[in-house]
């Protein structure tokens, strides 16, 4: 177990909805970069070919984020399950979606070393390719991304297995290495067309929190943001 994922007396969420709606305004924006090349249904179904034929089935999604508490297809099972290798990071640079050229958010992402808890969802048998398009169309969304999808080894109660992720050591994205605190500041400020970036690391939490998975990194930033909103004037 890394210190990471150390568990401990687990406290209340310090960010909540208020802070949420404090920190979030409306903002006109792209929702994708210009020049990506968005990914349609037939590059969508080569794709998903590619990256699980002669795979387990039903299909193993690795969940360690958004698609926790949004997985926006058809899922048979949920299984607590730690990725071996990995933890999260919020690292991706985001002037776009969830931020803006004038004030950028991060995303999340995998980043090497260490460990991290989450949920397998099994697509469920007969659902693979509206599953798999409606996955690979909000995950990767362009030509320009597609390589950021990947197997890794996780640990479930019944032993290592392998799963399908995406953003784990990203690529062909601009990364921003900054401290924790560094990273509070963006998300507590930043706003895209697609929402803030509070409310996304809320929703991941109250997930995490659901789930009865505790993440050390996870909730020092909730805390760190709730403080930097706190601190905007009303």
Excluded at 202 to 229: F, K, N, P, S
């Amino acid at each position: 177990m890394s210190d990471r994922e150390a568990r401990g007396p687990r406290s209340s969420l310090r960010l909540t909805e208020d802070h949420v709606r404090r920190a979030t305004r409306m903002v006109e924006g792209p929702r994708h970069k210009d020049g990506w090349h968005l990914l349609e249904d037939e590059d969508l179904d080569l794709l998903a070919e590619k990256l699980t034929q002669d795979r387990p089935r039903p299909i193993p999604i690795f969940a360690y984020g958004s698609l926790i508490w949004n997985p926006g297809f058809s899922v048979t099972a949920r299984t607590r399950a730690r990725a071996i290798g990995w933890h999260r990071q919020f690292s991706i640079d985001m002037d776009h979606f969830r931020g803006s050229p004038e004030q950028p958010g991060l995303m999340l992402a995998l980043a090497s070393g260490g460990s991290c808890e989450g949920l397998i969802l099994e697509i469920t048998p007969g659902t693979e390719t509206e599953s798999l398009r409606a996955i690979l169309r909000r995950e990767l969304v362009a030509h320009e991304l597609a390589a950021n999808a990947r197997w890794i080894t996780v640990e479930t109660a019944e032993g290592p297995s392998e799963a399908l992720t995406f953003y784990a050591d990203p690529v062909d994205l601009v990364l921003a290495h900054l401290s924790t605190q560094e990273q509070a500041l963006r998300l507590a400020r930043a706003n895209g067309v697609a929402g803030s970036c509070a409310e996304y690391l809320l929703r991941t939490a109250q997930g995490l929190e659901a789930e009865g998975i505790h993440d050390a990194y996870i909730w020092e930033l909730q805390d760190l943001v709730a403080e930097e909103i706190n601190r905007l004037p009303e």
